[in-house]
Nanobody, 121 residues
Framework: QVPVVESGGGLVQAGGSMRLSCAAS????????MGWFRQFPGNQREWVAD???????EYSDAVKGRFSLSRDSAKNTADLQMNSLKPEDTAVYYC???????????????WGQGTQVTVSS
């Protein structure tokens, strides 16, 4: 297992900003993908953004233009900068770490414990 530790989260007013951080550690020397999901009450987890080992970033339409994801592959950390937050961004945010074993096509997903982000109106 790869421990995934999140930091950040909390309460912020609409229009404000918040930064979430994710740090992964364990026996794996290489992580292929790091990203963020979020979960609204009563719903499944929704993909937010991810970043590859090479630094390619993709965002969901819901956050595109407002959120920015960065990664330090050497440290196995990823930060999600959230700007122009809206009340509808309120959710539990989870860091996702993906390790691919290319030789057999196996994919391993690891998750943080989740951190609450609440955007007040």
């Amino acid at each position: 297992q790869v421990p995934v530790v999140e930091s950040g989260g909390g309460l912020v007013q609409a229009g404000g900003s918040m930064r979430l951080s994710c740090a992964a550690s364990g026996t794996f020397s290489s992580i292929d993908l790091m990203g963020w999901f979020r979960q609204f009450p009563g719903n499944q987890r929704e993909w937010v953004a991810d970043i590859s080992r090479s630094g390619r970033v993709e965002y969901s339409d819901a956050v595109k233009g407002r959120f920015s994801l960065s990664r330090d592959s050497a440290k196995n950390t990823a930060d999600l900068q959230m700007n122009s937050l809206k009340p509808e961004d309120t959710a539990v945010y989870y860091c996702n770490v993906v390790v691919l074993i290319l030789v057999n096509g196996t994919r391993y997903d690891y998750w943080g414990q989740g951190t609450q982000v609440t955007v007040s109106s």
